[in-house]
Antibody, heavy 121, light 109 residues
């Protein structure tokens, strides 16, 4: 059974940093793209970042470029999101998701339960 | 920036058919995907590659595509189908630049 378990969320002041983790199990982690998707309170889903199986390709939504870094450790079956220079608008539930690629797109077939990040003074 | 447009809300009575649309200029070139999200839960994939249904998803869920619009159809809606539904695709600049629609709240009357 595929399982994705996020951790590391919490309350942080504007301008601060936080590192999210996602522990994966039930599948061969090193064979899949992985992603982070977030959802602000009462709002819709927003894609944040994708990372290729070997970490050689990374993609980000414009609003987090230069502030967030996605990474992975295949030996530990873990995905990470380093978030720096946090802003109030980064407040959201952050989901870890397994990525699937096709010739014509990218999508998410399994999701974790999410971890809440609150940016506030 | 690229956008996918969904109606904010759709309401149907039990047993009727619900249709939720999603429009975007790149949809003729990119597949669309649909997710169901119930309150307090993570999203669940219900349709992939425009019209394919993952295992475990009821047959009443179907998807279709026509030009710049894709449609999620739920036939014989049940009370348990009340949820938010999101379409997802990618913009024309690249497969890996993911975009979500704003979401549609399906209310079962």
């Amino acid at each position: 059974e595929v399982q994705l378990v996020e951790s590391g969320g919490g309350l942080v002041q504007p301008g601060g940093s936080l590192r999210l983790s996602c522990a994966a199990s039930g599948f061969t982690f090193s064979s899949y793209w992985m992603s982070w998707v977030r959802q602000a309170p009462g709002k819709g889903l927003e894609w944040v970042a994708n990372i290729k199986q070997d970490g050689s390709e990374k993609y980000y939504v414009d609003s987090v470029k230069g502030r967030f870094t996605i990474s992975r450790d295949n030996a530990k079956n873990s995905l990470y999101l380093q978030m720096n220079s946090l802003r109030a608008e980064d407040t959201a539930v952050y989901y870890c998701a397994r990525g699937m690629t096709t010739v014509r797109s990218y999508y998410f077939d399994y999701w974790g339960q999410g971890t809440l990040v609150t940016v506030s003074s | 920036s690229y956008e996918l447009t969904q109606p904010p809300s759709v309401s149907v009575s039990p047993g009727q058919t619900a249709r939720i649309t999603c429009s975007g200029d790149a949809l003729p070139k990119q597949y669309a995907y649909w997710y169901q999200q119930k309150p307090g839960q993570a999203p669940v994939l219900v349709i992939y590659k425009d019209s394919e249904r993952p295992s475990g998803i009821p047959e009443r869920f179907s998807g279709s595509s026509s030009g710049t619009t894709v449609t999620l159809t739920i036939s014989g809606v049940q009370a348990e189908d009340e949820a938010d539904y999101y379409c997802q695709s990618a913009d024309s600049s690249g497969t890996y630049n993911v975009v979500f629609g704003g979401g549609t709240k399906l209310t079962v009357l």
